[in-house]
């Protein structure tokens, strides 16, 4: 596998690199060009790189390593979960994101204090490691109401929706089709004419220690303010506000008869419906006899 790849650099007044976009990318075959020129100021650098397999498996060890992962996981040449990420935080400066791009943290503060005496035509948008998805990739066929709320490393396939509430990491993203107005976290996939509702959210591999990566099926719904820490299967439902972890404790109904067991004991599982019963509250999954269908006008975003 071949990978060669061309990008600007731009740097801080101490000759750091704050970000890098990569608008040309020639990866086993498939070939990304933006077309722009060289550099045309000091502050920025031509960078050119070269890459095989082993370089996706290697720990990142500098902000170029990251960036170019980053741009292959938007660009749809690597899935979610499928190079190595190790020492992306490590890596990644924390960068004031502006209007009028990436600047130095150590630098702001006189740039915002020209801009108030001068046009006052600087803001601040964040102070991140991540940039927006939408200043370096415009994903084909995609909607995306609040672009804020999708970092790049988001890996958003043709059709996909994000509503205003939701939110796309990196290294995590659609297979297909889907609906997303709730959270998907780091390393969480989500298998096409699937709904994440509004205020649901995923476990993701960043906090609390959770090294399981989370995997939504084909046409799944989660329910509004609903959560998940499991995989699911196709064709599952859970239903608004019920938060369902590994160790929740889940009455499973299978024909006649009723198991009580740990919902990590079911990860993966396909066909159930998720709810919890209002008289006892108790957890209980049983066959869902409903398969989710996407408004296909909703989802065609040419």
Known sequence: ????????????????????????IEFDGKQISNGIGDPKNNSQETIELNWNQNDLDKEIGSVIDAYLKLHLLSNKCVLPNSINLDGLFKNLPNVVWTNQ???????????????????????????DKFPCLTDYIIP???????????????????????????????????????MIEGR?????????????????????????????????????LLGANSGLGISLGDNCTVEAGLYITAGTKITLLDGDGSQLIKASEISGIKNMLFLRESTTGKVIAKPNKKILNLNEELHDND
Do not use: W
């Open 140 to 178: 084909k066929n995609v909607r995306i109401a609040d672009a804020r709320r999708v970092r790049l490393g988001a890996y958003l396939s043709e059709g996909t929706t994000v509503m205003h509430e939701g939110f796309v990491n990196f290294n995590a993203g659609t297979l297909g089709p889907s």
């Open 101 to 127: 791009g990436p600047v130095s943290i150590d630098e702001i503060e006189n740039k915002l204090n020209d801009s108030k005496v001068g046009q006052n035509n600087l803001y601040v948008r964040s102070v």
């Open 184 to 220: 998907i976290s780091a390393g969480v996939t989500i298998g096409k004419n699937s709904d994440i509702g509004g205020g649901a959210s995923t476990m993701g591999t960043l906090s609390g220690g959770n090294e399981i990566k989370i995997s939504i099926g084909e046409n799944c």
């Open 1 to 24: 596998m071949k990978i060669r790849c061309k990008g600007i650099a731009n740097k801080s007044a101490k000759d750091e690199v704050l970000d890098i976009y990569f608008y040309e």
